[in-house]
């Protein structure tokens, strides 16, 4: 089994910065692309930023130039560092990675989701 276990969220003013994390453990296991989803009650969750596992990326439109996706490849983790936030920010953070496991076949994770709010 893997796990992903995402830190970082909290609440901040507009215009200010956050980084989140997500850190994968489990044993025999190889990451693939990782990414990072939100979502608001009553909405369908969205893709933020997603990043490969070659470091391509790929972000939603609403973030970009704002949103910035990296991972650690030794330490299993991937981050999102968030600056300018703006209230429309506001959303449960989830973390997402595809995984290869030792029979070959590649399953889809989601991390508890972390709650980023964004509020004077």
């Known amino acids: 089994q893997v796990q992903l276990v995402e830190s970082g969220g909290g609440l901040v003013q507009p215009g200010g910065s956050l980084r989140l994390s997500c850190a994968a453990s489990?044993?025999?296991?190889?990451?693939?692309?990782m990414g990072w989803y939100r979502q608001v009650p009553g909405n369908e969750r969205e893709l933020g930023a997603r990043?490969?596992?070659?470091?391509?990326?790929n972000y939603a439109d609403s973030v970009k130039g704002r949103f910035t996706i990296s991972r650690d490849n030794a330490k299993n983790t991937v981050y999102l560092q968030m600056n300018s936030l703006k209230p429309e920010d506001t959303a449960v953070y989830y973390c997402h990675a595809f995984v290869g496991r030792p029979s070959g076949k590649v399953v889809a994770y989601w991390g508890q989701g972390t709650q980023v709010t964004v509020s004077s």
């Open positions: 489990g044993s025999r296991f190889r990451l693939n692309a």
């Open positions: 990043i490969t596992s070659g470091g391509s990326t």
